[in-house]
């Protein structure tokens, strides 16, 4: 790294933990509103975003007027930017103590018997409501999360961020590379998070997303297939009021093997895109729709489709 980039870097984590402080130092209410005016000034500056958002709405929404595509996507920015003020206060109100005052979940009864059955578990989510404070919430029932992530190119950001998730019992593990980590995590039995509404450029599937083929990670039916382990599918959304919110968890999907293995991953992972496009549906106005989710699938996939 030069000394250019690294003094670059550095400036930009200094402004951000002065921008964490700041925020933290405040009242919860006006936390929350200093959120959302970044939010709304995120909506206004970042033009390109904007509109990528309001185009994916159309797409997965054919019956969505622009107009109604408009004022979800402006709340989307608005969502983003007080999520990073309720992640920014969480260790004040995500402890073990007076979590649940914030937090309802539901299925509870589910997840814990998963827990129960003493084999680990690959919980998938989402960018979905206050993906963030899922995985103290974890930690707190039992099941302390391993999660796989792609490395911030910012190394001073990304050595804070990985403490301060330690803190809540979270273990990050870089993405490239993290197969075997998680291999032995599940024989172990331990638990694994990922996130796979995003697109993924490599080691791809193309499966159905509000009805377009969207690259998707295969990696949690891969380690499902290859342990036993089973999978569940988690949000955390926004309830209305004060830092409030629905943690809800998914059915189990188990890990049947046919014997085609190729089939056995394309299966499982067209369900979990399943199970979270019904998370995203029913709070379309707290999802990523300014990412860049759906593109052209490359020759090779369209090949593999026919």
Same mark, same amino acid.
């Given at each position: ?25 405040? #009242? ?115 099941? #302390? ?162």
């Amino acid at each position: 790294m030069t000394r250019r980039a690294t003094f670059r870097y550095l400036i930009e984590h200094a402004a951000a933990m002065a921008a964490l402080l700041a925020i933290q130092s405040m #009242p919860l209410r006006f936390a929350l509103r200093t959120g959302e005016t970044i939010g709304w000034g995120a909506w206004f500056f970042a033009r390109k975003r904007r509109r990528r958002a309001v185009e994916n709405l159309l797409h997965s929404y054919p019956d969505m007027s622009r107009r109604t595509a408009e004022k979800i996507a402006r709340d989307v920015f608005i969502h983003f930017g007080r999520a990073m003020a309720e992640t920014a206060v969480a260790h004040r109100f995500m402890r073990p103590s007076n979590y649940r005052r914030h937090v309802v979940i539901q299925n509870e009864e589910t997840f814990k018997r998963l827990i129960a059955e003493d084999r680990g578990a690959i919980i998938v989510g989402a960018h979905l409501g206050a993906w963030e404070l899922f995985g103290m919430v974890l930690s707190h029932l039992g099941a #302390p999360p391993h999660v796989a992530y792609r490395r911030m190119n910012n190394p001073f950001m990304d050595r804070f961020l990985r403490k301060r998730r330690a803190r809540f019992g979270q273990t990050m593990i870089e993405r490239t590379g993290a197969l075997r980590p998680l291999l032995r995590i599940l024989r172990k039995r331990g638990y694994t998070v990922f996130l796979v509404d995003q697109h993924l450029r490599r080691n791809w599937l193309w499966v159905p997303f509000f009805g377009r083929p969207a690259s998707t990670t295969p990696g949690p039916a891969m380690l499902a297939l290859a342990t036993g382990a089973p999978l569940i599918c988690m949000c955390n959304v926004r309830l209305p009021g004060v830092y409030r919110f629905e943690l809800a968890f998914s059915d189990p999907i188990r890990p049947v093997s046919t014997g085609d293995r190729r089939a056995d991953v394309q299966r499982i992972t067209e369900e979990i895109s399943r199970t979270l496009e019904e998370f995203v549906r029913k709070t379309p106005n707290q999802w990523l729709w300014m990412h860049k989710r759906w593109r052209k699938p490359p020759p090779e996939a369209a090949a593999e489709g026919e």
